[in-house]
Structures are given as C-alpha cells and as structure tokens.
C-alpha cells in the first residue's frame, strides 16, 4: 500500500513539474497558431465581437468619448463651412462691385465712347457701360415708374431742366477690386478724362471695400478660431479615450494575463481595445455628420437672408456627394479613435 501511495506522489510531480507544464504550454501555442492560421476570419470576428464587448461594459465612459469626438468632428465642418461661405460672399461682393465715374453733364456720347476705349485697354478692366445725360434721365424715370408724384411734375421744361444736371457716367468693372491703381491712374491722368471729370461728385472707387475687407477678415477669423478650437477637442477626445481604454486594460488585467498564459499573441489581446474605440468613432462621425447636414440646412435660408452666399455648400450638401460627407466623418472619427487607443494600448498594456 505504501509502494502504490509513493507511485502516486511521484506522477503527480512529474505532471506539476515545470518542463512538462513548459512543454504543454508550448504545444498549446502551436495548436493555437495552427488553428488561426487556417481560421482568420474567425480570429476576426473574435476580435469585434470582444471589442463590442467592451464597449457596452463601458458605457459611460464610451458615451463621454463619442460625444467629446463628435463635438470636435462638428467643430471641423464649422470651421471649413464658414471659412468657403465668407470668402464665397466676399467674392460674390467683389463680383457686384462696379466703380462710377461722373462727368459733366454737357459730356457727349463720342467723348464717352473715346474715353471708353481708353480705360478699356486696361489690363483690369473687365466691362465698360456709359450713359450720357439724356440717357442717365430715362434711367431715372424707369426707376420712379411707380411714383405717380414725380412722373407728374416732370414736364418738358423739368425735363430739360434736369438733363443739363445729370452727370454722364461711366461704370467699369474690373478683375481686382483690391488694386486700381491703373485705372486711377488713367482717370485722373489722361487728359480727356481730367476734362470732363465732373467737380461735385468724386470717383466711387472705396464703395464696399470696408464691407469686403471686414468679411475677408471675419473668414481669416473664422479659420484660425475654428483650428484651434478643434484642436483643443481633438486632444480631449483623444484624453477621454486614452483614459476608457486604460481602464478597461485596468478592468480585464486578469482576462488579459489569462489569454497570454493560453499564448495568444499581442495582436488578440490588443484588438478588442482598438475595436472599442474605432466604434466610438464611427458613432462620432454619425452624430457629427447628423447634426452638422441638418444643423446648416436649417439655418441656410436664415443666412442667405443676410446676404451670405451658402449656394456652394447647399448644393454639395443636396447632391449624391453627402455620403461622402458622412464617409468622411466617419473616417476621421476611426483615426482619431484608433491613434488614441494605440496610445493607451502601447503604453498600459504591457504592464497588465
């Protein structure tokens, strides 16, 4: 009896000695590489699945990211949208913009056309249009039609009376509003254009520059602000997911030296913590790209009441290009969210 107890003792040695627990361990492994190896897609989905995991075991933590992403991801279209919209607007003004030249009354037609063809071989000289006196007159009535006060008062003598007071004029539009020193040049100058020039009225070459220096600027602002409030949020996103993912390594430290005992590789065990954060940026990049497409095609119309020129954008935004909207959204939120967790994974996790 005692011969068969010792035998017993001695089995069980040999079974917990460390070279053969060495040698199942090792053999455990290979089984395990050989399995994955003709199971890829299994390993895949063993990944996502322990990620989603994660992410519902997480919750709350994995909310605060998403919400904290999304808000830097709707930052990011503010900023592009109102930088393209005030220089669109801006550009639109510069479009609108024609400086008037008056002249003395008694200027005639051949003169206009003469001095017409001088300013029109100006480099930034986009389009000319001229109006003598008479012409400047029927301008006027068209546009007090509906006045039946003054179309009342206007008889031949006022007629006659008011053609030999209105400047002739010459409207010019050019390509660079922001450089007219050439055509200043030319109008004060050329020795016709000194002339004719009318005393009372004075060149309109400053009209709505305040205007389109003040929108340029608040599109300079608009960048800059946008960047770096974006930035801010991009590194507090970035933070919070930092801090989920280092908690949910703290949290499953166990499970995590387990699978290492059983030879899983690092990719396995790092998987479902970078699924878990590619999901908060996919959801990100949904609630984002949500709010930022609804969000600007409420206030469009307000914005397009005050003059601001959404045209750009709302068309892109009504076309078959808004899923790559969202697509972009989308892929943003994934690099944010998989840059931060490798962060969190490199550095925590081996410690686990």
Known sequence: MVGKKNKKKE????????????????????????????????????????GTKGFARNFWLSSAATVVMSITLIILFVT???????TNTADMMRDKIDITIYFKPTT????????????????NTKSVVTSDSAEEYEKFLTENAGSDEIINVLDDEMKALMISKMQATMRIKVYNVDNLDSIKGIVENDETFVEYLDDEKQP??????????????WA?????GGIILAAVFLVISILIIFSTIRMAIFSRREEIYMM??????????????????ELCGVLAGIVAASVSYFGF???????????????????????????IMFLIFIGIGIIIG????????????HKA
């Not at 119309?301 to 935004?317: K, M």
């Not at 840059?339 to 994974?345: G, N, T």
């Open 11 to 50: 089995e069980e040695i040999k079974v917990e000695d460390p070279k053969t627990l060495k040698k199942a361990a090792k053999s455990g492994l290979r089984t395990m590489r050989r399995t994955r190896k003709h199971h890829p897609l299994r390993e895949e989905g063993r990944i996502i699945k322990y």
């Open 80 to 86: 592009v949208v109102a930088s393209v919209i005030l």
């Open 108 to 123: 005639t037609r051949e003169i206009l056309d003469q001095m017409t063809e001088t300013i029109s071989a100006d480099s």
């Open 204 to 217: 309109t070459y400053d009209v709505n520059q305040v205007e389109i220096a003040t929108i340029t600027s």
């Open 220 to 224: 300079r602002i608009a960048r800059t």
């Open 260 to 277: 290492k005992l059983v030879g899983a590789d690092k990719r396995f065990i790092r998987g479902p913590f970078l699924v878990e954060a």
């Open 297 to 323: 095609m409420w206030l469009a119309p307000r914005l397009s009441g005050y003059g601001i020129n959404v045209d750009e954008i709302v068309g892109l935004l009504q076309s078959n290009k808004l899923i």
């Open 338 to 349: 998989r840059v931060s967790s490798r962060l969190a994974v490199s550095r925590y996790l």
